[in-house]
């Protein structure tokens, strides 16, 4: 329990300290984010806000989980590193974007061919890696060929390649989701932080009642790998956003940027597949989804009908400020959203072990 302890507190002191220096830094270089012509015309005033400050999450997580394990004189595991490569690659897809709207003047980075095909090629790597190589001494690897909800569905297993293209496509999709709803201040970052702070919950978990405990009931013990590591993983990263929190509320300072919400998704994505509840994602992360599907409602319905439109404008947290909300009411209100979601994520969670016990 402590390295899950140093991990989240070290995290979240990095960002709160070590972010007031980074945005001096990209003050100074003009690395400033630039907002979309056909966004609210209140977030003009936005322009020139630093942005990027994935980089600093990215950082205090890679440093919290380091620390935790050095003061502890633990060894890291498999699923741990792999969730952070998974993390760290993803982040520097996000630089490139971000880095390409800067230096090209204008609020449009990679194009979406390019952009799609890195996260491809980072999730089928992961997603390869995860389900073939590493497994412990039961037998399990890291991610499971089952389509998973609360466990492992094992009427639902898929092949080799099959369960590549699944994991691919929740990493893409979480991912997206993320970077879709990160357009208000605070207001990612903030739902970032309950589901990150879900995950440790739920992989603490799934270690006290972990199949290779000799104390674990089999019929509800957790065929998973890892847990304790994951955990350590999830509350730094909950710890560094919820720094980060600090310095990207209203009115931010800074900007999460590509960098950030593409690494967090692609994060979450990854605790789903190693917890065997990819399913349950769509619960704990029901903002994201809200955020995407009002995104793909409006543009089916835009071409559908010659141009008619269902929400003002979206993502749906713009619909709101057209609607005359304040930006800072859109956000807490979210919040309130995203907190109802996750109780309810591991509220089933927990029911689920509780029938079976």
Known sequence: ??????????????????????????????????????????????????????????????????????????????????????????????????????????????????????????????????????PDVRGNNPASTYVSFLRDLNWLQLPLLLAVLWIMLLIAGTSNAVNLTDGLDGLATGASVMVFGAYAVLNIWQYNQWCRLASSLPATCYEVRDPRDLSVVAMAMAGACFGFLWWNARPAKIFLGDTGSLSMGGAMAGFAVFTRTELLLVILGALFVLETLSVIIQVGFFKATGGRRVFRMTPIHHHFEQLGWEEITVVIRFWIIGGVAVAIGLGLFYAQWVVRL
């Open 1 to 134: 329990m402590l390295n899950i302890l140093l991990a989240g507190g070290f995290a979240m002191t990095i960002t709160l300290v070590g972010t007031r220096w980074f945005i001096v830094l990209l003050v100074k270089r003009g690395y400033g984010q630039f907002i979309r012509d056909d966004g609210p015309t209140t977030h003009h005033t936005k322009r020139g806000t630093p942005t990027m400050g994935g980089l600093v999450i990215i950082a205090a997580t890679l440093l919290g989980y380091t620390v935790a394990h050095l003061i502890t004189w633990t060894a890291p595991k498999a699923s741990a590193l792999l969730i952070l490569y998974l993390f760290t690659a993803l982040g520097i897809v996000g630089f490139l974007d971000d880095f390409t709207k800067i230096r090209n003047q204008r609020s449009l980075g990679l194009n979406a061919r390019a952009k799609l095909s890195l996260q491809g090629l980072i999730g089928a790597s992961f997603a390869y890696f995860s389900l073939t190589e590493w």
